[in-house]
Nanobody, 118 residues
């Protein structure tokens, strides 16, 4: 089991920036996909961005060009969020996932609130 600790979040005005970080309890790069999901009130949790174990980075269309996901190649990933919009308001969750055969191993952070005021 991997434990994930998130830091960051807060309240900014439209157009502002925030940086989230997520540290895993051990080095899982190249083993787990790591990324960020978000969940707005009344909506399902959705993928924001992910770095795969193979090193590819993928973004949801709604954040592409504004958010940047990076990692330190050890156990921490960062989500730089620029030009934030009110629709980005949500609880952001860090995720680490590994698939082994028919089994999926999923770990989640505690969640951090991002609020964007208009």
């Amino acid at each position: 089991q991997v434990e994930l600790v998130e830091v960051g979040g807060g309240t900014v005005q439209t157009g502002g920036s925030l940086r989230l970080s997520c540290a895993a309890s051990r080095n899982i790069f190249s083993i787990y996909d790591m990324g960020w999901y978000r969940q707005a009130p009344g909506k399902q949790r959705e993928l924001v961005a992910v770095i795969t174990a193979g090193g590819s980075t993928n973004y949801d269309d709604s954040v592409a060009g504004r958010f940047t996901l990076s990692g330190d190649a050890a156990n921490t990933i960062y989500l730089q969020m620029n030009n934030l919009k009110p629709e980005d308001k949500a609880v952001y969750y860090c995720n680490a996932r590994k698939m082994a055969g028919s089994m999926t191993f999923n770990s989640w952070g505690q969640g951090t609130q991002v609020t964007v005021s208009s």
